[in-house]
């Protein structure tokens, strides 16, 4: 293994002419991404459209059945989802996955106990300790210090997803991957969550998959739009907005949201 030089120029991900085949199906077909570091994406496509396993085969839970992901200049395409875990790559979940019998801090603490490499006790020690200092910040990061204390199962629907934000946060990340982390909120909790992603430290970029437009628009630089495992417009959330293409697209049936 050759020991990679930072240049401080390269991309925070790169994906040459990814696609992924289940059987006969192409769910993605010769994908070309390049995400700058801090930048933040949204991904939007109608159901079925590949949105998921993009994610899934830049995490490694699936691999790709062709093409090329780099993380920071490295090539990961052949790396165990682990490997891309410890050099700070995080998603969340279509669906949920908090244990929701225990508290948002412990939620939190297990979360950065999972990510890191030191002896931390699973039982979250009552004195304070690093670790905990570290979750109560990301709990108050994602607006949940009022009910750091509750237990999950008693959240809102809202709240446990700015509490899987807060587990997405855990271990420093570099670039973080949101499915759909703002499907059933309400418009109250859409803001919420809004306020949160805009709020992250600027040199967190993340890729967010978004069936509103309007939460897309406002939480990205840039647009991605997928029809059928394949890209067919990106641009900025002005651009997209415009687009006639997107506009039919977007009128003439999606009402997932
Ligand atoms: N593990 C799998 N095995 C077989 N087919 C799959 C698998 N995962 C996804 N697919 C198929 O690949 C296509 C893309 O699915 P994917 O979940 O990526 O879509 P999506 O854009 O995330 O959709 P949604 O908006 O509904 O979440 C679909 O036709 C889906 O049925
Ligand atoms: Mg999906």
Redesign the pocket.
């Known amino acids: 293994m050759t020991a990679r030089v930072s240049t401080g120029t390269e991309n925070a991900l790169e994906l040459r002419a990814v696609s992924k085949r289940?059987g006969a199906?192409a769910?993605l077909s010769d994908i070309d991404l390049t995400v700058q570091p801090g930048e933040r994406r949204a991904v939007l496509?109608s159901?079925?459209?590949?949105?998921?396993?993009l994610f899934n085969c830049i995490t490694g839970d699936f691999p790709p059945s062709d093409g090329a992901i780099r993380f920071f200049g490295e090539d990961v395409t052949g790396f165990p989802a682990q490997e891309r875990i410890r050099r700070g790559l995080r998603r969340t979940y279509?669906i949920s996955l908090l244990f929701t019998g225990l508290t948002v801090l412990d939620n939190v603490y297990l979360a950065c106990l999972g990510v890191s490499r030191g002896r931390f006790s699973f039982l979250r020690p009552r004195r304070s300790s690093p670790l905990v200092a570290t979750a109560e910040d990301l709990v108050d990061t994602v607006h949940l210090s009022d009910v750091a204390e509750t237990r999950v199962s008693d959240l809102s629907y809202g709240q446990q997803r700015q509490l899987e934000v807060a587990m997405a946060l855990a271990g420093a990340p570099r670039f973080i991957l949101f499915d759909?982390p703002a499907a059933g909120l309400s418009p109250t909790e859409r803001r919420e969550l809004v306020d949160i992603l805009t709020g992250l430290p600027a040199h967190i970029g993340y890729i967010i998959?978004e069936h509103d437009m309007d939460v897309a628009l406002r939480v990205s630089d840039y647009v991605t739009m997928m029809h059928n495992g394949r890209i067919f417009k990106e641009g900025k959330p002005a651009e997209i907005e415009e687009d006639p293409e997107v506009q039919a697209l977007y009128l003439g049936g999606d009402d997932s949201a």
């Open positions: 289940f199906l769910a496509g159901n079925g459209a590949g949105k998921t396993t279509q759909e998959i």
